[in-house]
């Protein structure tokens, strides 16, 4: 029986890093490895959408030593890291308990295996395309297309309600579930998505003549401006909002997956979990008004 080795924290970097390339990351992105030892042993990893306080004492309870979130604690700069603001006092808690913190974040969107392919393949679509700012570049000695968003086809047509309830069954449970902007009853079958905010790409989502955009984060004068628009020009594309968090959630256990399968085929023993700690920022809604009665007419 092969005798199994322990990575270093190097090792399991570039070995993350071979599937998630950091050069595919946005120029206003900062996903990379924050903290930790590179020749430290990692026997376990963590992985999470966010590194708040609450998810850094879950991975040094458990004994975890890096914890990869999708997104990145110092995505917008810190002059001070004392542990009398949240961001300083999630870095004192993974150093103090030996946890290195990487973020991956537009690298994991753009790439395979990342959050928009795994998200479009739980909808049945097996052959999306890049949505938006496509190229090709080579991951794992293969020539891939990456890009923002991605957009395909439902293998058949589906009322808009059932799409959002087909949505519904594999996002985890957040506070605010989905907002849909459309007919319950309109066919749809183009899909366009991006996981997190994309209001960015709605242009992009009616230039490619999307039937419906599935992203989250969506403020309320672009989404009204983009409905209005469609509604002029015969309806579509509808808008199904979600929570950031949970369009972003689904890469992970799968990804673990891969990487323990990656590290194990080069002799190296880890384990891993997904945190089920939910950093969705909501706790509750309370309805207000009629909402069968809006003036959404679509």
Known sequence: ??????????????????????????????????????KQPVRSIGFAVDATVAVAREAVQRGTDVLITHHPLLLRPVHFIADDTYKGEVLQILIEGQCALLGAHTNVDSSPLGTNDVFMKLL?????????????????????????????????????????????????????????????????????????????????????GADVYITADLRHHPASEFREGASLAGGSPYLIDCSHYASESLWLEGVGRVLQQRLSKQGYDISFYVSELNTDPWDFVVSTGNVAGSASTF
Not at 158 to 186: K, Q, W, Y
């Open 124 to 208: 049945g679509i097996e052959q999306a395309q890049v949505l938006s700012d496509s190229q090709y570049v080579e991951i794992d000695g293969q020539e891939h297309c990456v890009g923002i968003g991605r957009i395909g086809e439902l293998p058949e047509p589906m009322t808009l309600e059932n799409l959002s309830h087909r949505i519904a069954d594999f996002l985890p449970a957040t506070a605010g579930g989905l907002r849909v902007a459309g007919p319950r009853t309109a066919y749809v079958q183009k899909i366009a998505l991006c996981t997190g905010a994309g209001d960015s790409l709605l242009g992009e989502v009616r230039k490619q």
């Open 1 to 38: 029986m092969t005798e199994q080795k322990i990575p270093s924290l190097e090792h399991v970097v570039r070995t993350f890093h071979e599937m998630f390339p950091p050069h595919l990351s946005e120029s206003w992105d900062a996903s990379g490895l924050i903290s930790g030892r590179m």
